[in-house]
C-alpha cells in the first residue's frame, strides 16, 4: 500500500515562504503523475502544481510565479517551494500520486498565511 506524508506547513506572514515536502513510501518512478492540490474552507479542491515522471510541470494561474514543484527520485520526495505567500494561499494542502488506475493522497499539511 502506497503512503504519502506531507510536512513543511505552518503559520507564516504574508510575503514569506514555505517549502512542502511529500515522502512516499515506494518507488516514485512508479507513478507517471504527482501533484499538490489544496482546499480551503468552504471551497472545493483545486489542482496546485504538476509534475510528471519526465520532469513537465503545470501550475494554477493562482501560482505561477510564486510557487516551483520538484521531485527527488532518489529520495522519493515530492515538494512545492511557496515564495511570496499571500493570505489567499491559506489551506490544507494535499499531496497527490497517480499510476494507472489509482490515485494516492497524503493527509494534508496546514498552511495559514496571516500577519
Known amino acids: 500500500q502506497v503512503q504519502l506524508v506531507e510536512s513543511g506547513g505552518g503559520l507564516v506572514q504574508p510575503g514569506g515562504s514555505l517549502r512542502l515536502s511529500c515522502a512516499a513510501s515506494g518507488n516514485i518512478f512508479s507513478f507517471y503523475s504527482m501533484g499538490w492540490y489544496r482546499q480551503a474552507p468552504g471551497k472545493t479542491r483545486e489542482l496546485v502544481a504538476q509534475i510528471t515522471s519526465g520532469g513537465i510541470t503545470g501550475y494554477a494561474d493562482s501560482v505561477k510565479g510564486r510557487f516551483t514543484i520538484s521531485r527527488d527520485n532518489a529520495k522519493n520526495t515530492l515538494y512545492l517551494q511557496m515564495n511570496s505567500l499571500k493570505p489567499e494561499d491559506t489551506a490544507v494542502y494535499y499531496c497527490?500520486?497517480?499510476?494507472?488506475?489509482?490515485?494516492?493522497w497524503g493527509q494534508g499539511t496546514q498552511v495559514t498565511v496571516s500577519s
Open positions: 497527490n500520486a497517480m499510476r494507472v488506475g489509482s490515485a494516492y
